[in-house]
């Protein structure tokens, strides 16, 4: 079903039209929204915001940067295959990519701030639903015209007018969709050559697979589900109220200014006519379909496009513009009563918030600027646990990875930590003292080692503790791994 009306909301519409059917309605079905365009400032900045995110986000994979020792040289590149994460000159190990958890739960954090303060400006500026929306009505109204030229064709029956333009809506749509899932693509493998691989039929099952299904998520999302997405598929909506408070800045209409409504321009004379002439413009321009002047509702994602629209309509009816502003509440009951109501950025939530980044970029940039070069794990072998030799000489058998995360290579003396007395040996290694081999790793790699560890003679030994020590024989850098060493006692129960 089509929502077509000017001065009612889709919420009102598909209330009427359960309240007309003639049997019970459990459901209302989707009323389609035919969204008007709009200009003014909120629409310029808005249009940039979407030029500068789809800029980034197809331009962004295609950028070259140099690196050496055969690395690949795309700027931003999650290489799965290889287990690194590139962003221009900084290099991520998989042992690093709490790193980039961190970062997340920053943006996450950020976002609640800036929530906090000016409500939902991430889903109607950024958020790439309503970016690729954004750009899909754009091509929408280029091909069959705006609003009521859209429901006016949409009304009347199939011509080949209407049908040619249908299908280069679809057709464009898909195109648009095909390179956002292209592009998707490139930020795990190199760009250029997937491209390449692509049209010589020669890339991986997989890159097509996950091509066609960001395709096809994309056509689906910001052609058909649009605003649905926002009101019943997202979970945002549903939590960001816990951010929200009093002094938070939404988009509202101003009550005591625009009531009681004046019945077009006429009525709008009357002296005791409030400033909202009911034109409708702001439904109109909704790309959820809501009226802002029934109140905060969970379909507003912000946009700020109402307000364009009644500023055009104050404009040419000569009132004072913003009767649709942006607003706290504190400020909308003030401006009843006729005070102002200073602005309130540091509060108990924001300060909060505040803190918390704070001391998470702490953390993140702490742990990224002293993230170690090296790196070592061992792992004890489980069969056999341990083998008993000569003269009561008990040996475990570790499974060592050395990670050598330079573009050089690294001399690393391996010894052991806590257990007196023991040795080390390794095949393939320079046994340099008893508890000491060195080990010469190549750059960029992670080296495996079978490593075995050997008690002192006629040891009475359970279960202890034995930490690896890595050196970097250059640079002097030590890290450890912990491990355990196990013996007879261990087995017999009465080892600790
Ligand atoms: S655009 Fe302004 S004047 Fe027109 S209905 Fe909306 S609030 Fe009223
Ligand atoms: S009510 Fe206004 S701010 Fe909210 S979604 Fe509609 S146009 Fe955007």
Redesign the pocket.
Known sequence: MAYTGNKISRKQAQAEAVAQADHVVYFAGRMQIYPKAIKGMVRRFKWAIVVLCLAVYYALPMLRWHRDHGRPDQAVLLDLAHERFYFFNIELWPQEMYILGGLVILAVVSLFLVSSLIGRVWCGYSCPQTVWTDLFMLVERQIEGDRNERIKRDRAPMTFDKAWRKVAKHVSWIAIAFLTGGAWITYYVDAPQFIRQFFTGTASIEAYFFTFLFTALTYLLAGWAREQVCTFMCPWPRFQAAMFDDQTYTVT?ETQR?EP?AKGKKDFKEENAG?????????AVCPTGID??DGNQLECIGCGL?ID??NE??DKVGRPKW??TWDTMVGQEAKKQGRHAPVKLIRARTLLYLMILLIGTTFVATAFLTRPHIAIDAQRDRAPFFVMLDHGVILNGYTVSLVNKTQDDEDFDISLGQFDGATIRALGTEQKAANVVHIKVPPDTVGTYKVQVLSPPHSEIGSQTLDFILKDTNSGEQVLAHSMFMGPLSVSGDGN
Not at 276 to 281: E, K, P, S, T
């Open positions: 209409y625009g409504r400033d909202c002439i009911d034109c409708g413009q702001c439904v802002i002047r109402c629209a009644c309509i104050m009767l649709i």
